[in-house]
Every structure is written in structure tokens, then in C-alpha cells.
């Protein structure tokens, strides 16, 4: 059992009540509490010595990253967040110059984008750091946009530059917090999220929930001067060939946003984008159709991606 | 450093903002996100293989303890609990059936108490098991009722038995909610607190809190079987003594309420709440009196606590 096979048998039957909107299965939980014009979002995400940064990562990055993540499943739910907790599981003989770097690094995210950090536990992890944040924030009640509301038809976009995100954006990304809530105002977004297993992988989620397929123009794909320079440097050496495209399409931790919309809105959206953010590239990178999977379309034709993103190259 | 001096570091200066009514240092973080006639109530907790279960905990009673904790720490803001997250850090090699037992144990204390589990994430800690739950809750607008609130003359009431916890309790404790709820709306506490580090070290965060001290009465401590067991156990050996008295003071994993209010309303109290909870205990402990520190007050007269809880036993 793999981890998403085991977390689709784990969310089987979880106990429920009447505050739940949204469950497990989309970027965040989504809650009514009550509050007259909003619903709430609940997220908690972790990381990992060793996983997700190194003994060598600059402590005040790691604390950045750590709620730069959870910022970003807000971001995926077009949402404002509003506070955090921070739990830090430390190796006894910790650092305490290096923890407090770990919270300068959180603490001036958070004060930027408005977030309280209300308090959170240290323990103990005798092996490696863990750091989990738990944020709070909130939508405008509505529907809030789902993974499962993607129709045939629909443009799919993608914020940003895609691939080699581990060459050092995974650690400087800003959450697209501004943008994802510009877009839930101006336009009817049928789905959104963020992209942190790579576009093909995240991809799969909305078409899962929401029945349907997609076709990518590979021409289309922002790929990244981090990826192009990777694929060029693995040329060079023994390491069997990853075209920047691939990396695009498969590399982990972009953070950018993947949403889609019906597609007669397509071009005035490119318009609009370009004169509310004119330094943050948005790329039509394909359409949503009816046949399950992905297909990568080139000058060749169309392939069928296979599950881990990958596909014939030419 | 140790744990607590690292948490006044950090917690000295935390970005907040205008949905904070209080942060850090309480039992949970309080938050007023708009709805009309009540507060937010936020909290996580972390459970860690090695040291708050072992390898051979069943993973039923693995899953209860993670969400009890946290359940315990809205009780001791008299609140109730709404929704909660699951943060799963699993070794490489986990074994998913023991994973799936957690969730029962987790899930069967979630319905009884009405909690939705509405997701969460599963990530690796290669070495052990970490279980980390974010939980949210709500408690009635108005004051809440903090840990900064004791005054001179309050009496100190304890629900339940204390000591010797990790002698079975810790596994299969019952979070105090209905109980505090109860307090909360039929008497006016002045502060209100769960016990997880012991009795002595626990009242000590009321007393710094409100700038007093306590005077508390060794014969009316509950002290638990447990602890009894423990005492008579350790008098036959090698092992210094441990009176169970001072178990009871010190043993952490308690779990149950710890609460001052005028003294006046003391026998009012004990005598509503033998009508209401027959079968758990109300100790009134002691009294909050001006002069910093704890004292235990026996035949021989009233000795000072060291930081430890530790005094002299006659």
C-alpha cells in the first residue's frame, strides 16, 4: 500500500458533523462555523529533516518554507489566511541560535502576509526536525472551488515557471495568495489548486474528482530556467536523459497554481493578468476533454502520460 | 535552553493581528473570526513514538491519546470541539494495518464527542511514529476563562485522582469536556487548566500567570490507586523512595481539570457537582494565597516546593 492508497482507505468513512463543507481530498478543509459572510479553512502540512530540506538548509529558509507551504493550499482555495500554530519536533541537542532563526524565517512571512502566529508545541524527535504549522483562514462564502468542478471544454492554466523548483525555488517561493483571490473575484474559476507534486500528478487529482481528461500542448509549458539548465547539465553526464519538458511537467514543488475555466473566458483572463500582475508569466497550457488521462500533444501528435508524468519525448 | 526557556524566547515577540484574543501561553490560542456568539478555539498536539507510547502500545489506544490530548486542552477552556486534522509522520516501512487501527481508535473518540476528522496529510519520519492533531473547537463569547486569572483567597479544586497515569490512565483518560462546560456556565472560574505535567508544575504556569501563590493541603490531594501501587512497589527495592503523595503532585499525564474560584462558591460546588457527576471525584486541594511559590501544608507545617514539586515528605 502506497501513500495515497493508503490515505484514500484512511478517509473511507471519517467521522463528520454539520460545520463540514469540505472534507479530506481538496487543498484544504473548508468549515462553517457560523461566520455570517465566511467559511473557514483548515490545513496543517509538515517538514521533514532530510525530506524536504537539509542540515545544510539557512534555518530562517526552512521556517519560511514550513508556513510558505501551508499559505499555498490557502492560496489553492483562493482564501485569506489568518492564523498559525507551530509544532517543532527537535533533536534533543538542539540548536537554540538555529530555532530562533527557524522562527525570524516564519515569523516574517507570516507578519507579511498578515498571518498571527497564536502559539504551537515543541517536542522532542530524537533523530530529526520536524516542523509542523497548522493555519487557520477564511473564503467568502459561495462555493468555495473545488478539485471536482472541471468541465470538458475548459482551459487549464498555470501560473509561474514549472520544474527544478529543488535548485532552489522550493525554498523562496511566494505563495500566489493575491492572485488566487484577484482570479476567484474576477472570473468563474471551475477548479483551482496548487502545484506541489508537479503539474502531470496534480493534474490527475481535478480529473479524478471531476471525471474528466486533458490534453497539454508541450510547446505551451513555461518550463523553467532551472529545468532547461538541469536537462542541459544531465546531457553532459552518464544519467539517462530528462528533458526540461519532463521536468516541467513531473518536478515537485512549484507552488504555482493550476486552475481551469471555461474557455470563451480564456483571452480576456490573459488580458486582464497581464495589466493586474505583469511580472508573474500565466500560460494556457491545455484543455480539459472527455476521455480519461493526460495526452501530451507535440508537432509528433498526442501520447498518453503515464502514471508518474511520463510519457515518449521526441 | 531548555524547553520552556526556549518557549519565552520565541513567544516574546509573534507577528499578530486583530483576530487574536489571546496567543500563545494559554491552553489553546483563542480567535475571534466573526461569529456572533462565539470564539474560536485552536490547538495542536504531537505524540511521538519513544515517548508518549512505545512500540508496543496497540495502535488503537496510539490513535485515542493523540485526539484525547487535544481534546483535554479545549476542555480546559470550558470549550467544545468542532473539527481536527491528523498529521501521520510514518516510518518507510509502516505497516498499514496498525496505521488503519489508529484511525478506528481515533475515529470512535472523534464521534463520541462529536468531532469531525476532516483530513490531514501522511508524510515519512523514517526513525518513528510522530501523530500530530490540530483541532479546533468554540467556546461561548465573554470572557474566556485563561490561566492569568487566579486571586488571593480562591480555593483550588482538582476533578479526579492524580499520579501514576503512565500505569494505564494516559492511554484511556477521558477528556473533561462536559464536565468544564458545566463548570464554566453554572460557576464563575477564575482560571481554568488541564493537567499534563503534573499538578505542581501545572499550577505553577496559574500562579506566574496571575502573580501568586498557592498553599495546598497534602491530605487533600486525590491520589490516585495508581499512584498507592507505585509507592508500595518502589519501598521494596533499590529505587528512592517515591511517596505517592508526591506522584500525585508531580507525575504528569493527569489529564483532568485544575481550577480556582472565590472560595465562598467552594461548598456551593462540591455539592452541585456530587449531583451532577457522581462518580468522579472533586478535591478542593488548596487556596491561592499572596506570597509567590507553592507550599504543601502537612502536620508539620507548610514546606516550600522546589521548581521540581519536590519538598521534604514527613
Known amino acids: 500500500m502506497n501513500e495515497f492508497e493508503l490515505i484514500a482507505h484512511l478517509t473511507n468513512a471519517l467521522p463528520t458533523n454539520q460545520t463540514v463543507v469540505a472534507g479530506a481530498g481538496d487543498d484544504c478543509a473548508v468549515l462553517d462555523l457560523g461566520v455570517p459572510e465566511k467559511l473557514i479553512l483548515f490545513k496543517t502540512d509538515a517538514v ?42 527537535l533533536p534533543k541537542a538542539f540548536d537554540p541560535e538555529s530555532v ?23 517536542t522532542t524527535n530524537p533523530e530529526r526536525m520536524l516542523i509542523s504549522i497548522a493555519l487557520l483562514g477564511t473564503v467568502p462564502r459561495g462555493k468555495p472551488i473545488l478539485r471536482r468542478g472541471a468541465k470538458v471544454g475548459d482551459a487549464i492554466f498555470v501560473t509561474g515557471e514549472l520544474g527544478g523548483s529543488l535548485a532552489g525555488k522550493h525554498l523562496e517561493f511566494e505563495p500566489r495568495l493575491a492572485e488566487a483571490r484577484w482570479l476567484a473575484e474576477h472570473f468563474q474559476l471551475h477548479t483551482l489548486m496548487d502545484l506541489s507534486d508537479g503539474l502531470a500528478g496534480d493534474l490527475r487529482h481535478i480529473l479524478n474528482a471531476s471525471q474528466v481528461g486533458a490534453v497539454l500542448l508541450k510547446s505551451a509549458l513555461p518550463v523553467s530556467r532551472a529545468a532547461k539548465l538541469a536537462a542541459k547539465r544531465r546531457a553532459g553526464t552518464l544519467a539517462p536523459p530528462k528533458p526540461a519538458a519532463l521536468a516541467a511537467l513531473t518536478d515537485g514543488e512549484d507552488f504555482e497554481l493550476l486552475f481551469t475555466l471555461a474557455s470563451p473566458d480564456a483571452v ?47
Chains 1, 2 share one sequence.
Open 48 to 89: 521533514v529533516e532530510g525530506i524536504h530540506f537539509t542540515k545544510e538548509t539557512p534555518p530562517e529558509k526552512i521556517g519560511r518554507k514550513a508556513l510558505a507551504r501551508c499559505l499555498s493550499d490557502i492560496a489553492a482555495m483562493a482564501g485569506t489566511p489568518t492564523a498559525a500554530l507551530v509544532t517543532l519536533a
Open 100 to 122: 530562533a532563526k527557524i522562527y525570524d524565517g516564519l515569523n516574517a512571512l507570516a507578519a507579511q502576509t498578515g498571518v498571527a502566529i497564536v502559539g504551537g508545541e515543541t
Open 268 to 314: 480576456k483572463l490573459l488580458d486582464a493578468w497581464k495589466q493586474q500582475f505583469p511580472k508573474l508569466k500565466l500560460s494556457c497550457v491545455g484543455k480539459i476533454v472527455a476521455d480519461a488521462g493526460i495526452f501530451l500533444r507535440d508537432q509528433h501528435g498526442a501520447h498518453k502520460l503515464n502514471a508518474h508524468g511520463y510519457a515518449h519525448f521526441a
